[in-house]
């Protein structure tokens, strides 16, 4: 038992952590952290709440850093260290149960009655049974005994706890049911079940307890996650029953019940949890849906309720509106998979048939127009506007989502039924010039959802007149009709591209197309519009420009750029930034170079001026990185596209420095950026600049960031190594530093993780492959990587490649190219008989998985090079190896052929092309680009492979090797050779 004076000293540490003076909180948060070593620490907070000490705040204080305690030194198999604090030491068994221990007392405490308090200990029993469920067997007894008691105060703290278990204990199985968690709901479930029964009777009475609602709500919470893993069919049946029936009649007392009231608020709650159990319930068997008949009149009551509850009633009655409305989302989303059962489509087609044109045109009229709060909160302001697609944090913003998606569906799987009348009245909103603005909006919101489904049943005059009716409206007074106006215009343009059809409609296809993509760039044009709305236009302009044929588009470009220069230069707003130089990338890569090259000056200038502003701390402090990213992806893009250029190389280079330089604060944000710049400034360079060699001291520290960066850092590195001997000469100690420290750090994220994995393949294959290159153009210094290609193949040997195939040919093609190169280097890597023999097994097993034939021949010379001197182990595979030289191509006249020849250095040049610009190495296309020229032919006039026959080879070393084994030897040796292998080797 802790004292009394640790328990008053804890309670001045906790007040000072409230304390206003940042000082003072920070040094006893110092303290606080510093008690978690004593052994008295979890006894003095559980004395805190349970005496009561210092008042409901250092209470609530004391419950918290208990969990947090729980959270950061309570250590599980594959968790992983709190970044925190840099010492971090684990808790031992003895602590974990005393602090098990403490929690059940927390939860049986007097003292702890405050709803936060109970909330925080529910929370803390939840995190340590997500740790430790199995192992905790006091606590289902106390749980069943606690939510059993008469006093209501004792089974809230109870049931409270429970739902933090279920919350708990179902994320921790990561949404797939696990042992632990399906015994919870098998024990509890029940009981829970039983319950719910008796709380939905008491909360759909005429006059509820209010305690009944929330232990209502909170077994319907419980359901929600327990139906996961609840195997019992009857139980579960049982509890969905009684659900549906129960939220029938609470439904129907709801429509009865005035909105705004204690009552109807009560009832939105429990509704709205026993409709999200439900359909959870459903998402997670829907065969059982179906099959009992359970689906139909869940969805009568959410499409009747829909239809029926005022809209946007209060916060409480949107959320219980957003879950219905799931409801029919989910059902809508397994209706469309042609594999459902009829009982979910039958239940479907029975409430379209009974109620569906009401309900959609609530969903119209209602849930997808402009809400007054909408108007209200209305600013020019681009980062509201450009999140808005992405804010899931409020219901009543939710609610519009979900009824986009449920009108759509709608739209999709029945269109005949309902397109018609739903045209028809769309068609009369947009007509009448009396109409509403809000519903205005919604119709056009409507138009836009459905530009698929719609225009399907419709003849090409109404097409053509609802799009003159558009573009009209998109010079409407209101700002939101008008702004809904250009979006269904972009939305349109790329659903309904025009087709073919006669020739007088034809020609009115290009009329209202033109007409509506230069009413587009006119209004990004115009510097009196809106922010919001020229935003708006260019997000609908990007909605066509990749399916636009260019020869449309280029008349358009004066006015576009003018427009989204503007833009750019006078918004301070980032998002919008981001956005005006997003969309000039893909202008700019779909028009081409010759169309963009009048317009570049200017925005290269203005892409400078803007790269000066966001180097201020300032800017950094008020908003991080995001426009830097964009504009270094932008001039990356530029400089793919044009080539060098020389009046802003040194600036260029100097981005390139900053976004890489790990003495940068913000490097970390930026690098992926910089490297894709730094490597497109590298493969258009004509040679390596003052600048660029300048910028090379950046790139071993670029290699400390993380893992994520060091395919794009050996993709740069790469580009300054098949430069030339001068670099290689002046640097090759630095470069096979930083190969070294790559292999070394990468092997091991691979494990479990697909994009880890790829990227570890394709980070450590460009370290070979730079590895090989250094072997071809500067063979002199071979024995300056024998390290590196020793650290490759012993990773081989281990199995520290990984499972990953195409990393274990590289490395072995680099060991290959070493031995060819130098073989006194590469002997002295392969000098025991044991690895040699280690080394030529496995090229023979991966020989087969080869997909580079240039690589297959590159083996075939290592293994007959490494013959001699005679190693008896490998004379035992020398059919093998022959074979694998036969494999190689070689023709009968002694020379590699032309045909091979040509593949191979097809196949140099598809890896230099992966390297330089991503493509894939299975890739077909033939062309290799004028840039690439240069550094290929280098490669190719050097690379041995290519410029050596095989046979020639070959007859030097086995020439060597008849020197070497003496005659007789040599003879017997031969006569083993497989009789099929002799007339292609001569022999």
């Not at 007894?141 to 279920?166: E, M, W, Y």
């Not at 009649?249 to 009560?266: M, N």
Request: net charge negative.
């Amino acid at each position: 038992m802790a004292g009394d004076a640790e328990a008053q000293q804890m309670v001045q540490v906790l007040l000072s952590c409230m304390s206003p003076d940042s000082a003072v909180q920070k040094a006893a948060e110092a303290q606080l952290v510093g008690a978690k070593r004593a052994q008295w620490f979890v006894a003095v907070l559980a004395q805190v709440v349970t005496e009561g000490r210092g008042g409901v705040a250092c209470q609530h204080l004391a419950v918290i850093a208990l969990k947090n305690f729980v959270d950061a030194h309570w250590k599980v198999r594959g968790s992983f260290a709190s970044r925190r604090e840099p010492t971090v030491f684990q808790m031992t068994p003895e602590q974990h149960q005393e602090v098990r221990a403490t929690a059940l007392a927390l939860l049986q405490s007097p003292a702890v009655q405050e709803r936060a308090i109970v909330r925080e200990v529910g929370h803390l029993v939840g995190r340590i049974a997500r740790k430790s469920l199995e192992d905790w067997g006091e606590l289902l007894p106390a749980i069943a005994a606690g939510i059993g008691s008469d006093d209501p105060h004792t089974r809230l703290k109870f049931f409270t706890a429970l739902h933090h278990v279920f919350y708990e204990a179902y994320h921790a199985s990561k949404g797939v049911p696990r042992a632990p968690f399906n015994k919870l709901c098998s024990a509890v479930a029940p009981a829970i079940v039983g319950m719910a029964d008796q709380y939905n009777t008491e909360a759909a009475a005429a006059t509820p307890n209010p305690a009944a609602t929330a232990f209502c709500c909170l077994c319907h919470k419980i359901m929600t996650r327990a139906l996961r893993g609840l195997h019992d069919p009857d139980v579960v049946q049982r509890y969905i029953r009684s659900t549906i029936a129960f939220l029938g009649s609470a439904v129907e007392q709801r429509l009865q019940v005035p909105q705004d009231t204690p009552r109807a608020e009560s009832l939105d709650k429990v509704i709205k949890k026993a409709m999200k159990a439900l359909t959870y319930a459903y998402i997670h068997d829907k065969a059982t849906w179906t099959k009992e008949g359970y689906l139909l009149p869940l969805l009568q009551l959410a499409t009747e309720t829909v239809a029926s509850v005022p809209p946007y009633a209060g916060r409480v009655a949107s959320s219980f509106i957003l879950q219905c409305l799931t409801v029919v989302k989910e059902v809508l989303t397994v209706a469309s998979d042609n594999r459902v059962g009829e009982g979910t489509t039958n239940a479907l087609n029975t409430v379209l048939a009974k109620n569906a044109q009401e309900f959609t045109e609530r969903l119209l009229v209602h849930y997808l127009a402009v809400q007054q709060a909408e108007v209200d909160m209305w600013t020019d302001d681009p980062e509201a506007f450009v999140g808005e697609d992405n804010e899931d944090g409020e219901d009543d913003l939710n609610i519009k989502e979900v009824a986009s998606n449920v009108f759509v569906g709608l739209l999709d799987y029945s269109p005949d039924t309902l397109v018609p009348p739903l045209a028809a009245k769309i068609d009369a909103m947009l007509k009448n010039p009396h109409t509403p603005a809000p519903q205005l909006e919604s119709a056009l919101h409507a138009v836009g959802l459905g530009c698929y489904s719609i225009p399907m049943v419709l003849d090409e005059a109404t097409k053509l007149a609802w799009l003159e009716m558009v573009v009209q409206l998109c010079s409407h007074a209101d700002k939101f009709a008008r702004r809904r106006a250009i979006w269904v215009v972009g939305q349109w343009l790329y659903e309904i591209p025009p087709t073919e059809v006669d020739e007088e409609t034809a020609k009115r296809h290009t009329v209202h197309y033109g007409t509506a993509y230069t009413l587009l760039v006119n209004v990004m044009a115009n510097v009196e519009s809106d922010v919001v709305i020229r935003l708006t236009a260019l997000k609908a302009f990007q909605h066509f420009v990749e399916c636009l044929d260019v020869e449309l588009l280029l008349p358009l470009l004066r006015g576009y750029f003018t427009g989204v220069m503007d833009v750019l230069s006078k918004c301070r707003n980032v998002n919008l930034k981001a956005e005006c130089l997003e969309s000039i990338a893909l202008v700019i890569t779909t028009v081409g170079a010759e169309a963009f090259m009048p317009y570049a000056e200017h925005f290269i200038y203005m892409v400078q001026h803007l790269w000066q502003e966001e180097l201020k701390p300032s800017a950094r402090e008020e908003h991080g990185c995001i426009v830097m990213k964009k504009v270094l992806g932008t001039m990356g893009n530029i400089v793919n596209l044009l080539g060098h250029l020389p009046g802003i190389h040194g600036f260029l280079c100097g981005m390139v420095r900053h976004s890489c330089d790990p003495s940068n604060p913000d490097h970390q944000d930026v690098i992926e950026g910089g490297l894709a710049l730094w490597h497109a400034l590298l493969i258009t360079a004509p040679s390596l600049t003052t600048e660029l060699q300048a910028s090379f001291e950046v790139l071993p520290r670029a290699l400390e960031i993380d893992f994520a960066s060091f395919d794009g850092a050996l993709r740069v590195l790469h580009q300054y190594v098949v430069s030339g001997e001068a670099f290689l000469s002046a640097h090759g100690g630095t470069v096979v530093q930083c190969l070294s420290k790559v292999i070394a750090s990468v092997g091991g994220n691979a494990e479990g993780d697909d994009f880890a994995e790829s990227l570890t393949q394709k980070t450590l294959c460009t370290a070979a492959q730079i590895v090989e290159d250094m072997l071809v153009l500067l063979p002199n210094h071979a024995a300056q990587l024998v390290p590196v290609v020793g650290q490759m193949l012993a990773d081989v040997e281990k199995g520290d490649a990984g499972t990953l195939l195409p990393v274990q040919v590289a490395y072995l093609g680099a060991v290959c190219r070493l031995v060819v190169t130098d073989k006194a280097a590469g002997m002295q890597l392969l000098a025991s008989p044991e690895r040699l023999h280690h080394f030529v097994a496995n090229g023979l097993d991966l020989s087969d998985s080869m997909n580079r034939r240039d690589h297959i021949k590159l083996m075939a010379m290592a293994f007959t090079a490494v013959l001699t001197p005679p190693v008896q182990p490998l004379l035992e595979q020398f059919n093998m190896i022959l074979q694998l030289v036969v494999t190689a191509h070689v023709e009968e006249d002694g020379e590699a052929s032309a045909e091979f020849g040509k593949t191979c250095a097809h196949l140099r040049t598809r890896v230099m092309r992966y390297l330089d610009e991503g493509y894939a190495l299975d890739d077909d296309d033939d062309t290799t680009g004028k840039k690439l020229a240069p550094r290929v032919q280098q490669l190719l006039q050097r690379d041995p492979v290519l410029c050596v026959g095989m046979h020639q080879w070959l007859s030097q070393q086995l020439a060597a090797l008849h020197t070497a084994v003496g005659t007789d030897a040599y003879q017997q040796l031969l006569a083993t050779v497989d009789p099929l292998n002799r007339t292609p080797l001569r022999l």
